[in-house]
């Protein structure tokens, strides 16, 4: 079933370690985001792709970097967490411009000691 | 810049009656899409509707209907005959010719019993 999968669902980390979340996409979409999200509030952009070896950040400035090396595949990594790191992260994938319907993960919710 | 403002942090209705969630944007496009996202407790962001701003026409998928009135920038969602799995975070979103989607504040409802 073509989806968009998101590992770990749930990681709790201590200061300064280095954290990686997954994020894979069996659609062959082209583009991809990441958003944070804080409880209770909107979405904030942090990092895009239109495609392979492209990313971008996005509005909302961040620590974190992202690669793109496989279409499916779009990891978000952070060197060294800290506290103010603790928020959900939300992958998405979109097939294209213009209508830009996007389909999300489930979500990674990191808390950071 | 383009905004989109969701007015109703939290909203209640008793199931099987009826709720508006409010949604307003500003922009200088002409062409652009607008939706509304879904994110039930813990689960999956999904799309509920969408609308292209080039059609006069309300979109409307099942109970889920919008009124777009393009020149007053609003773009409300109106549910019919509420469920109790209709309880969710609600999003209203902006996509124009930057390709990256904005998001409003959300809107928390909760489907009474």
């Known amino acids: 079933e073509a989806d968009i999968y998101q590992t770990p669902r749930y990681l709790v980390i201590g200061t300064g370690k280095k954290i990686t979340l997954e994020c894979s996409q069996t659609m062959g979409h082209d583009k991809m985001y990441w958003y944070q999200q804080d409880p209770g509030m909107e979405l904030h952009l942090i990092h895009y792709s239109y495609g392979v070896n492209s990313t971008e950040k996005g509005d909302l400035s961040s620590e974190s970097t992202v690669s793109r090396i496989r279409t499916e595949h779009f990891p978000l990594t952070l060197e060294s967490a800290r506290p103010s790191h603790t928020s959900q992260y939300l992958c998405a994938s979109s097939e294209g411009f213009g209508a830009n319907v996007l389909t999300f993960g489930a979500g990674s919710r990191l808390t950071v000691l | ?113």
């Not at chain 2, 905004?3 to 909203?11: G, K, L």
């Not at chain 2, 124009?96 to 909760?110: E, P, Y």
Request: glycine share 4%.
């Open chain 2, 1 to 113: 810049a383009q905004t989109v403002t969701q007015s109703q942090p939290e909203m209640s209705v008793q199931e099987a009656e009826t709720v508006t969630l409010s949604c307003t944007y500003d922009t200088s496009e002409n062409n652009y899409y607008l939706f509304w996202y879904k994110q039930p407790p813990s689960r999956q962001m999904i799309l509920v509707i969408r609308q292209e701003a080039y059609k006069q026409q309300n979109a409307t998928e099942n109970r889920f209907s919008v009124n777009f009135q393009k020149a007053a920038k609003s773009f409300s969602l109106k549910i019919s005959d509420s469920q109790l799995g209709d309880t969710a975070m609600y999003f209203c979103a902006f996509g124009g010719a930057t390709n990256k989607l904005i998001f409003g504040t959300g809107t928390l409802l909760a489907v009474q019993p």
